[in-house]
């Protein structure tokens, strides 16, 4: 067969195959038009957010809210340095009680000096009152009890006063003596305390904790101002 045959013998096929061509790309060609702009258009932007937060400021400071929220917040940092929260959970003893508190720990990872010397392994067992004394007894209070107050300051060794409620700050101008506050209540809770009075002392290589109940002043204390327990 000669090329002049062969190519009238496809044109058939050819046409064929370009009938098919146009009739897939006409559903894509009918929907390509234009339907017109429906409803409103803006721009696509970024809003420029610190430029909204110096303006909401600059507005706050001519309103003058800006200084009120100023004042309110050195008011409640001035309130909770007076009067920080309360322990949760704190009542009043009503009997006397002891029980003896074990002050070990378990070392998390290896403590060394800065020259490498090994002071504990990890997972050792560490009880530092096999090595150094406790200094002071803990007095744990609530400080809203005058009838507590007194009796710490009647305390007739060296002590430090810990307030699980109550006003430090006003107690320290008061008595002219540190008052310390258990924040947040991790002393209380690692120690278990629950009621006030309750006495942290050194017994052996363990801690006493005793609880006293105080139901009211110590007949002729007034309100201890007169009477300061050892530092």
């Known amino acids: 067969m000669t090329g002049t045959g062969t190519c009238a013998a496809f044109r058939p096929f050819i046409a064929a195959a370009f009938g098919v061509a146009l009739a897939l790309a006409a559903p894509a060609v009918a929907t390509a038009k234009d339907l017109g702009v429906r409803g409103a258009t803006w721009p696509v932007a970024e809003p420029d957010l610190l430029a909204q937060i110096e303006a909401r400021l600059r507005e706050m400071e001519r309103s003058g809210e800006l200084a009120r929220l100023e004042d309110e917040a050195r008011a409640n940092a001035r309130r909770k340095l007076e009067e ?50 406790l200094a002071r007894d803990l007095l744990f209070v609530d400080g809203r009890r005058e009838a507590e107050i007194a009796w710490a300051l009647a305390h007739d060794r060296p002590a430090k006063i810990v307030l699980l409620a109550g006003r430090p700050l006003e107690l320290m101008r008061r008595h002219r003596r540190p008052f310390f506050f258990d924040q947040g209540g991790r002393l ?29 002043l110590p007949p002729g204390s007034g309100d201890g101002d007169g009477t300061e327990a050892k530092e």
């Not at 209380?188 to 009211?216: D, K």
Request: no cysteine; glycine share 6%; charged share 25%.
């Open 84 to 133: 920080p929260d309360p322990v949760f959970g704190i009542a009043p003893a009503r009997e006397e009680r002891s029980r003896l508190f074990d002050p070990a720990i378990t070392v998390a990872r290896d403590i060394r000096t800065p020259d490498g010397t090994l002071i504990a392994a990890a997972g050792m067992q560490v009880n530092p009152l096999e090595r150094i004394a």
């Open 188 to 216: 209380a809770a690692r120690f278990g305390l629950r009621f006030t009075p309750s006495l942290v002392e050194q017994a052996g290589s363990q801690l006493r904790i005793t609880e006293v109940p105080v139901e009211s």
